[in-house]
């Protein structure tokens, strides 16, 4: 780990400071007043962009939307690895006694269409095919009556960051083009769209376009440049618990789901790297690729294991990145990390040849 690198030092601070946010009274209390309120777990299946941060665009409190991600937003329940982490969290949801709201979603730009999703070839069409079918393989897995999960398809326009919900009628709901529904309206139209959705699900996933509203607004004040909707991000994540990193157009996040990881990894690094030939980003702060495995227990082998994952990540995704773009290497600086669910504090894990216990 270079030390001296202002992103890697940006991003132990950053997560330093999350950290302390996330297991504040304030935080931890305001995230039980949410689920006490609104009980349906909501998981959100996205592409790896750095552009895509639903907590930040519906104005949800961090933790409450469980992200997936992975290039395209493809994702396949048939997958073993993604197979069984769909299985923990629909089983965790029954566990508490809730429902899930599952967002699969597509993302495109209404200006500039390569300014949309390079994994689909910026072909948005595609994109929209391909997430309602993966809805109707949720459907086929989870229920087709929506007794407990509800995939719902939604397309992500980045240039206002506004929500495009699609009903099962074939209508849908552009909150771009509805600034000033009320919370009733919306309820009404969630009806509409969804007519066998349960209440308590309706309920629930109303607050997430009425924050996504407020955030158009936002963006739309601002009158911020159109350089700000392209990609700028300088770091590459691999593995999951990234959670802390609320951050637009920071990260390019890859999600060890697929058969095919190395697709996506270096699909990600191609971005970064045309990001410093292009000038978006400084090029003397260089690049950064982190890996990162989450875990739970402190006691016993699961945080060993994590370690031992974040050491493998790291290994694949170098050669990976530098045998496929091999000019990025001069620019690549490498952060391996494990980070604990319960706190979301970031540990750095040393080189293979560095004893675990001497990790940050």
């Known amino acids: 780990m270079d030390q001296n690198n202002p992103i890697i030092t940006f991003l132990l601070e950053h997560n330093k400071r999350q950290s302390e946010l996330f297991c504040s009274p304030d935080a931890a209390l305001a995230r039980r007043q949410y689920r006490a309120t609104h009980p349906?777990?909501?998981?959100?299946?996205?592409?790896?962009?750095?552009r895509l941060n639903l907590a930040v665009q519906t104005q949800t409190p961090p933790g409450i939307i469980q992200p997936f991600r992975n290039i395209g937003g493809m994702f396949d329940i048939g997958w073993p690895y993604f197979?069984?982490?769909?299985?923990?969290?629909?089983?965790?949801?029954?566990?508490?006694?809730?429902?899930?709201?599952?967002?699969?979603?597509?993302?495109?730009?209404?200006?500039?269409?390569?300014?949309?999703?390079?994994?689909?070839?910026?072909?948005?069409?595609?994109?929209?095919?391909?997430?309602?079918?993966?809805?109707?393989?949720?459907?086929?897995?989870?229920?087709?009556?929506?007794?407990?999960?509800y995939p719902i398809q939604v397309g992500i326009e980045t240039d206002d960051e506004a929500l495009i919900v699609h009903g099962k009628n074939g209508e849908t709901l552009n909150l771009a083009e509805e600034p000033a529904a009320t919370e009733d309206a919306l309820r009404q139209r969630v009806e509409k769209l969804y007519p066998d959705m349960g209440k308590q699900m309706a309920v629930d996933i109303v607050p997430l376009f009425l924050g996504n509203q407020r955030h158009i607004a936002a963006i739309r004040a601002s009158n911020r440049p159109v350089v700000n909707t392209e990609h700028r991000e300088q770091v590459l994540v691999v593995g999951r618990g990234m959670d802390w990193l609320h951050l637009p157009n920071k990260a390019l996040i890859v999600g060890p789901y697929s058969y095919n990881l190395r697709e996506p990894i270096v699909a990600a690094a191609g971005i970064l790297l045309d990001n410093?030939?292009?000038?978006?980003?400084?090029?003397?702060?260089?690049?950064?690729?982190?890996?990162?495995?989450?875990?739970?227990?402190?006691?016993?082998?699961?945080?060993?294991?994590?370690?031992?994952?974040?050491?493998?990540f790291a290994d694949f995704a170098l050669d990976a990145i530098y045998e496929a773009v091999p000019e990025i290497k001069p620019h690549l600086h490498l952060l391996a990390s494990i980070v604990d669910l319960n706190t979301r504090l970031l540990t750095v894990v040393p080189p293979r040849n560095q004893a675990p216990g001497t990790a940050r």
């Open 40 to 50: 349906t777990e909501i998981a959100a299946l996205k592409c790896m962009d750095g």
């Open 83 to 149: 197979g069984e982490i769909a299985s923990g969290w629909v089983n965790y949801a029954i566990s508490k006694g809730r429902s899930g709201v599952i967002l699969v979603t597509y993302h495109y730009s209404k200006g500039d269409a390569h300014r949309g999703c390079r994994g689909f070839n910026y072909d948005t069409e595609a994109a929209k095919a391909y997430t309602r079918d993966l809805s109707n393989q949720i459907e086929r897995v989870f229920g087709t009556e929506h007794k407990v999960i």
């Open 276 to 312: 410093i030939k292009k000038g978006r980003v400084p090029e003397q702060d260089g690049l950064v690729l982190l890996t990162s495995a989450a875990y739970r227990e402190d006691a016993g082998f699961e945080k060993l294991r994590a370690i031992e994952k974040a050491r493998s």
